[in-house]
């Protein structure tokens, strides 16, 4: 069986964003796990407009052509590891709208979160893990939090985030987290295929 392969998705599309930090720090160190394939996925790349369908896709096809571009690229993926930008208290409209356009493609993957902002993003992440239970994801116990002290030194340019000890440790507990779970559910979800092909034979 391949190596599963993990998207790092970027869950911030404005022109200043910081979320380009934490994606090439945490991609860096992914990519460095023997046991999977990293791939970077930008939001801006897919601009989608607020929801606008007649019904979720786990109903019905989506119309937009970016919607259905989106969705084939979220379906080639066996995990992801978002970056959570924290706005009053949670995630980003452009996340939540993102995830929203997506629905089975989500199912039985691992999630993995890297935070950011006032208290390392916590409340966004959170809610994060919510969103990824409704949607059949396995949110994963470990997480980055790049709290506000941490945050402002890196932003300022006083620090680098792999010079600081404490979020390499946790990103590297969220990457071999993400990287178990999605060997393990990716075998799992190939055995009830086999499963489906076997009844339909």
């Known amino acids: 069986m391949s190596k599963p392969k993990i998207a790092i998705i970027i869950g911030s599309t404005r022109a200043a964003r910081f979320a380009d930090v934490p994606t090439e720090w945490i ?3 992914a990519k460095s796990h023997a046991d999977i394939d990293v791939e970077v996925v930008d939001l801006r790349d897919f601009p989608l407009p607020f929801f606008d ?3 979720s896709s786990a109903w019905a096809p989506s119309q937009n052509e970016v919607a259905q571009r989106w969705q084939k690229k979220v379906a080639g ?4 590891i978002f970056t959570a930008a924290e706005y009053n208290h949670g995630p980003t409209a452009v996340l939540k709208n993102a995830i929203d356009y997506a629905a089975n493609e989500w199912n039985k993957k691992p999630a993995g979160f890297v935070g950011y ?9 959170e809610q994060l893990r919510l969103y990824a239970v409704e ?6 116990k ?3 939090h790049i709290a506000w002290g941490d ?5 300022q340019g006083e620090k680098k985030l792999e010079e600081i000890e404490h979020l390499n440790q946790a990103a590297t507990a969220l990457v071999n987290d993400v990287a178990w779970w999605a060997k ?9 295929v086999i499963a489906e092909e076997a009844k339909a034979a």
């Open 77 to 80: 993926f066996d995990g992801f």
């Open 117 to 125: 902002g006032s208290v390392g993003g916590s409340r966004a992440v």
């Open 142 to 144: 470990s997480a980055v």
């Open 53 to 55: 369908e007649v019904a």
């Open 135 to 140: 949607l059949q994801m396995a949110p994963v």
């Open 151 to 155: 945050f402002l030194a890196v932003r």
């Open 184 to 192: 393990v559910l990716k075998a799992a979800r190939k055995a009830d």
């Open 27 to 29: 991609a860096k160190i």
